[in-house]
């Protein structure tokens, strides 16, 4: 497990942002699996802006996203669909057709939790995928249970992370109360994985995930048993840290 240190918000996107770059340009075929959330939004500025520039090239690229809510459609200005759209696809030549997220309008989950599983695994498996980082441990929506769940499936929100989401919506009663996500053993197969965070309010689960135990009530505590994880956070994520 890799630490870079970043100095704030502005320096972690960077510093992520360079991570994705370099594997693109390294592999111009790759698959990345992205993420949504207010974490990856300067990092996705960087890589716009490095494609405006000429330097980056998307038109080989497959993209994967860890997860969608259930019951919204694309159009809704919350959707995972959206988000990514009006934060990077608009604005890069990803083609349309290699671009993946789960189908949240399908109402039968085990048919679409099956066929997401299924296009990661004819894309030829996961180049680098992406992670942002949850209050209580999770990744992607792989909330603290008593197990590690492996593929790609149906999760109920709990209360907490309903009640951070409650914001982007009019009221509590529009917030979805379950997601389609990657699980756990989907995620810990991809080649190599980036952590982002930021803030003092992640500082206490960030010394808890990556320095403590592994336990499935602590699900990003896993990525310590991956064999190619890079994490990049800024000095308030890192202030509980010993890494000297």
Known sequence: MKI?????????????????????IMKPN???????GSTPIGLYKNLVQWYNEGNLDFGDVTTVNLDEYR???????????????????????VNPERTNLPDGTNPDAEQECARYEAVIQEAGGIDLQ????????????NEPADAFDKETHCVDLTERTIEANKRFFASADEVPKQAYTMGIGTIMKAKKILVVVSGADKADIVKEAFFGPVTPQVPASVLQLHP????????AALSKCDLS
Do not use: R, W
Request: glycine share 8%; aromatic share 12%; proline share 1%.
């Open 228 to 235: 190619d994880v890079t994490i990049v956070a800024d000095e």
């Open 30 to 36: 790759c698959v990345l699996g992205l993420a949504t």
């Open 4 to 24: 870079v240190k970043a100095k704030d918000y502005e320096d972690m996107s960077l510093k992520a942002a360079k991570v994705i770059s370099a594997q693109v």
């Open 71 to 93: 019951g919204l459609p694309k159009e809704n200005d919350q959707s995972y669909y959206y988000f990514m759209h009006t934060n990077l696809f608009d604005y890069v030549n």
């Open 130 to 141: 992406l992670l942002g980082l949850g209050h209580n441990g999770h990744i992607g929506f």
